[in-house]
């Protein structure tokens, strides 16, 4: 089974503090996923990467997320500055060429 | 563009109950796939089932069936003597390739209740 572990799994921070969210995935994949799930907005793809190159970013709100993946085996998204509708749960997922995504358990963030 | 619709917010069921979970979805792919995710009340997304658009053969997974209508745009999932341990968000998902991205429908909340 692919395993990812995201960082850290709650988060609490006040508007216009920055946020960092890590995923380290471990197992082999070729792609890495963004997700946010808001009772608001549901699931939804912020960006995702194949092979450490963003591919397809166009869910990102704004400026004040950016993702980044310098390895295969770590991927960082950062709010900044943080807005109190940035409040989600963030997902990690991963997936091999062929193969369904597979979801990390997620950062719970809360922006005051 | 791609859409999953989910018409049932909530499902109520009493244990040993079958039930049905509805997915209708959109696209204008002419290959895709489509997933099904279960998130339990821990959160964490655990991957079900996926099916190809050119193979329209239901599935059988113990309690669990998945039947695929391509002709009604649908992917319906029913779980069969349901338990309280299948108490979760049940999502229906659309994607056009493989490493692509998933459209999430807007999930049903099913309850088994003893």
């Known amino acids: 089974d692919a395993g990812v572990i995201q960082s850290p799994r709650h988060e609490v921070t006040e508007m216009g503090q920055e946020v960092t969210l890590r995923c380290k995935p471990i197992s082999g994949h070729d792609y890495l996923f963004w997700y946010r799930q808001t009772m608001m907005r549901g699931l939804e793809l912020l960006i995702y990467?194949?092979?450490?190159?963003?591919?397809?970013d166009s869910g990102m709100p704004e400026d004040r997320f950016s993702a980044k993946m310098p390895n295969a085996s770590f991927s960082t998204l950062k709010i900044q500055p943080s807005e109190p509708r940035d409040s989600a749960v963030y997902f990690c997922a991963i997936a091999a060429v062929g193969e369904e995504q597979y979801f990390g358990p997620g950062t719970r963030l809360t922006v005051t | 563009a791609q859409k999953v619709t989910q018409a049932q917010t909530e499902i109520s069921v009493v244990e040993k109950e079958d039930v049905t979970l509805d997915c209708v979805y959109e696209?204008?792919?002419?290959?895709?796939?489509l997933f099904w995710y279960k998130q339990p009340p821990s959160g964490e997304l655990v991957f079900l089932i996926r099916?190809?658009?050119?193979?329209?053969q239901n599935e059988i997974s113990g309690r669990y069936s998945w039947n695929f209508q391509k002709s009604t745009s649908s992917f319906n999932f029913t779980i069969t003597a349901s338990q309280v341990v299948d108490s979760a968000v049940y999502f229906c998902a659309l994607s056009p390739r493989w490493g692509s991205r998933l459209t999430f429908g807007e999930g049903t909340q099913l309850t088994v209740n003893p």
């Open positions: 990467f194949n092979n450490n190159v963003p591919i397809d």
């Open positions: 099916r190809n658009s050119f193979d329209e």
């Open positions: 696209t204008r792919d002419t290959t895709y796939y």
